[in-house]
């Protein structure tokens, strides 16, 4: 990875250790399967940032689930019923 510092601009402001420790902390913080787990405050970066990815990934598949459901849905009933408006007024 310190190739790829070297070769940043100057312009370019650099990230410190402490910054990346920081975010890899706050990352943790928003991953279940790591944070309820016993040793979680032990979890490595590299850990971390794989579950974050895992994470990130069941999220868009949920979204695009969810989704499909709600096309489904709203292919299933008629455009000006009650339940139509209050779908529409949900989204």
Request: aromatic share 0%; no cysteine; net charge positive.
């Given at each position: 990875?310190?190739?790829?510092?070297?070769?940043?601009s100057s312009n370019t402001p650099r990230i410190t250790d402490d910054q990346i420790i920081d975010l890899?902390?706050?990352l943790h913080q928003f991953l279940p399967e790591i944070r309820n787990?016993?040793?979680s405050n032990?979890?490595?970066a590299n850990k971390v940032l794989q579950e974050t990815c895992n994470y990130i990934?069941?999220?868009?598949?949920e979204v695009d689930d969810?989704?499909?459901r709600l096309s489904q849905l709203l292919?299933?009933?008629?455009?000006d019923s009650?339940?139509?408006a209050i779908i529409r007024s949900l989204i």
């Open positions: 990875m310190s190739g790829r510092r070297s070769r940043q890899v902390s706050k787990t016993r040793r032990k979890a490595s990934r069941n999220l868009h598949k969810l989704s499909e292919s299933s009933i008629d455009a009650p339940e139509a």
